[in-house]
């Protein structure tokens, strides 16, 4: 997985149901935008609402949709569980599996890298790494990734912590081969300065042209470019950022695309909310 992908927003019905049509739909408009591969069940995906089948139901309506290559969210808090989906996503399509750390207790950083072993060992897929501890307070140590990264069955890392510093860190100990994704949209291109492989941004899903547009001129070594496409996203993304999964599926919308309801809890996006997700969408996209 190099270049950028998007953690594709989930639409569900008023009922509550998933809608495959809009979800096709979707995978086919982020790809003609110019989005890299796809990464159905990610955070910005609702997994943690989705049941089982359904997660197998929205991987394999995005494989079947997609030109390009898709990394499923497979991860659950138990190794059992999350081989079992990992095993699941590989029959749906997938063509690798993200696999978010354990954290409902206190692991440690030495039992989460023997879980991921276990993970790489019997998983039909490539396992990526993810480590998002604006969501789960957890994150995995470079020192961590490094002790990992030669297995021969892990593929690389989401990094979704925001902190370059980390990133960094990690690139300076894992292989040439082995792939750092940026999982925040606000340091996608000093990702890329520092050597990461590519991203995945939830701020891709309203704006896949100018978010994949950033690893383009990186690529063709533009890199003032870059950075100046990325600062000008830095609004649109804090702004769906700050305000959660509801906003970046209300930004979907305001592009014309079907993002769909958000899933109980969730609520819907309305008034001043609405109004500012609204307006940084047309300014910024």
Not at 57 to 65: C, G, K, P, Y
Not at 166 to 188: A, C, E, H, M
Request: aromatic content about 6%; overall charge negative; hydrophobic content about 40%.
């Amino acid at each position: 997985m190099d270049g950028t992908g998007v953690p594709l927003v989930t639409p569900f019905t008023e009922a509550g149901d998933i809608d495959e049509d809009a979800l096709r739909d979707l995978t086919a408009w982020v790809e003609d935008a110019g989005i890299d591969f796809l990464v159905p069940c990610g955070s910005t995906s609702e997994a943690p609402l989705l049941t089982d089948a359904e997660r197998e139901r929205v991987v394999a309506a995005v494989a079947d949709a997609a030109d390009g290559p898709v990394l499923a969210g497979t991860g659950k808090e138990s190794l059992a569980d999350t081989l079992a989906a990992t095993e699941r996503a590989a029959k749906a399509g997938a063509d690798a599996a993200l696999v978010v750390t354990p954290h409902y207790f206190d692991y440690g950083q030495d039992a989460l890298a023997d879980y991921y072993r276990g993970v790489a060992d019997e998983s039909p897929l490539p396992v990526y790494l993810y480590s998002v501890p604006p969501y789960t307070d957890v994150a995995l140590d470079p020192e961590t990734v490094g002790a990992v990264a030669d297995h021969e069955n892990v593929a690389g890392i989401k990094d979704s912590s925001g902190n370059l510093a980390r990133l960094q860190r990690t690139l300076d100990r894992v292989p040439d081969d082995f792939d750092v994704l940026v999982g925040n949209g606000s340091v996608y291109a000093a990702g890329l300065d520092a050597g990461a492989a590519g991203g995945v941004l939830a701020v891709a899903n309203a704006a896949p042209e100018r978010a994949s547009d950033i690893y383009r001129r990186h690529r063709d070594g533009d890199d003032e470019a870059a950075r100046a496409i990325n600062r000008d996203l830095v609004e649109l993304d804090d702004a769906l950022g700050s305000r959660g999964v509801p906003a970046v599926k209300a930004a979907v919308e305001e592009r014309g695309r079907p993002g769909g309801y958000p899933r109980r809890p969730f609520r819907g996006l309305d008034g001043d909310d609405r109004e500012a997700v609204a307006r940084v969408v047309e300014e910024r996209t």
